[in-house]
């Protein structure tokens, strides 16, 4: 029974802090719009986390200055500039 129990608390433990694959659309503080993909707590916001990250253009690191939308990775943008930007950056 001990056992048992402590296998359940690990468990939820384990699963308190699971990520997931999110996307954001996001811009830059150069002033381009760039869509991010990365994994992400399950307890800490996209939003936030994706303001911690930057993106490298031409050797360049660019921090995130806006957040416009976050979806799961398997969900499509509600904005079209999102889902177009999606289309044309290669990953």
């Known amino acids: 029974m001990r056992v048992n129990i402590l296998l359940l608390t690990l468990l939820g433990v384990s699963c308190a802090h699971a990520a997931v694959d999110r996307k954001c659309y996001v811009e830059l503080e150069n002033g381009a719009n760039v869509v991010l993909q990365g994994a992400i707590a399950d307890n800490k916001k996209p939003e936030i986390a994706f303001k911690e ?6 050797g360049q690191l660019l921090m995130v200055r806006t957040v416009l939308e976050c979806q799961p990775v398997d969900r499509p943008f509600t904005l079209e500039s999102a889902r177009k930007q999606e289309k044309e950056q290669p990953r």
Do not use: A, D, R, V
Not at 53 to 58: H, L, Q, R, V
């Open 53 to 58: 990250k930057g993106f490298e253009i031409n």
